[in-house]
């Protein structure tokens, strides 16, 4: 069995490997758009599974990656509020933008478990794709998101560092470096 550090390290790597593809993805993604630009403009050609496949990677980037910028506990956010607080209340405000980000993530599984019976036996226009393959992505990001807000969460509640897993450098104060 895997105990609780090693299964956040486990955790840790699995999220930096997606960040990996979702950066694999990026660049497809980028490529796929010269390549529609180049065809359409050179060629007169229109090459619509290139746009389902740039659209694809673009799913995969944003779900991807945002696992990992979740434990490492950067995503977007207003920093004048905890800034101004004391080490507890920064503590006390990572919980509650954890537990939002569970409850987010518990929101778009149940959206998938609603959707995806019903649509996803059609197939993509252009590459004639299973919409089960096309969301697979944005589906592992949500469990892997899922996860990584419960261990944070769970981190948390249990006193321990939520971010220890990324060794992610802090000054004095608690902040990120």
Same mark, same amino acid.
């Given at each position: +069995? /895997?105990?609780?550090?090693?299964?956040?390290?486990? =955790?840790?790597?699995?999220?930096?490997?997606?960040?990996?593809?979702?950066?694999?993805?990026?660049?497809? +993604?980028?490529?796929?758009?010269?390549?529609?630009?180049?065809?359409? #403009?050179?060629?007169?050609?229109?090459?619509?599974?290139?746009? $389902? =496949?740039?659209? @694809?990677?673009?799913?995969?980037?944003?779900?991807?990656?945002?696992? *990992?910028?979740?434990?490492?506990? /950067?995503?977007?956010?207003?920093?004048?509020?905890?800034?101004?607080?004391?080490?507890?209340?920064?503590?006390?405000?990572?919980?509650?933008?954890? =537990?939002?980000?569970?409850? @987010?993530?518990?929101?778009? =599984?149940?959206? @998938?478990? $609603? !959707?995806?019976?019903?649509?996803?036996? !059609?197939?993509?226009?252009?590459?004639?794709?299973? #919409?089960?393959? *096309? *969301?697979?992505?944005?589906?592992?990001?949500?469990?892997?998101?899922?996860?990584?807000?419960?261990?944070? /969460?769970?981190?948390?509640?249990?006193?321990?560092?939520?971010?220890?897993? @990324?060794?992610?450098?802090?000054?004095?104060?608690?902040?990120?470096?």
């Amino acid at each position: +069995m /895997v105990d609780g550090v090693s299964g956040r390290a486990i =955790l840790a790597r699995l999220v930096r490997f997606g960040a990996v593809l979702g950066m694999v993805l990026l660049s497809l +993604m980028a490529t796929l758009v010269v390549l529609q630009v180049a065809a359409r #403009n050179f060629l007169d050609l229109g090459l619509p599974w290139a746009d $389902e =496949l740039a659209r @694809f990677s673009g799913i995969g980037v944003v779900f991807l990656t945002v696992p *990992y910028l979740a434990g490492r506990h /950067v995503l977007v956010s207003v920093s004048m509020l905890p800034d101004a607080l004391g080490p507890r209340g920064r503590r006390a405000l990572s919980l509650v933008g954890d =537990l939002a980000t569970l409850l @987010f993530a518990a929101l778009m =599984l149940w959206s @998938f478990a $609603e !959707f995806l019976p019903r649509a996803g036996k !059609f197939l993509t226009p252009a590459m004639r794709m299973p #919409n089960w393959g *096309y *969301y697979s992505l944005a589906l592992a990001g949500s469990v892997m998101l899922a996860i990584m807000a419960a261990t944070r /969460v769970g981190a948390a509640l249990t006193g321990r560092d939520p971010t220890s897993p @990324f060794h992610e450098s802090r000054d004095d104060s608690g902040l990120p470096i």
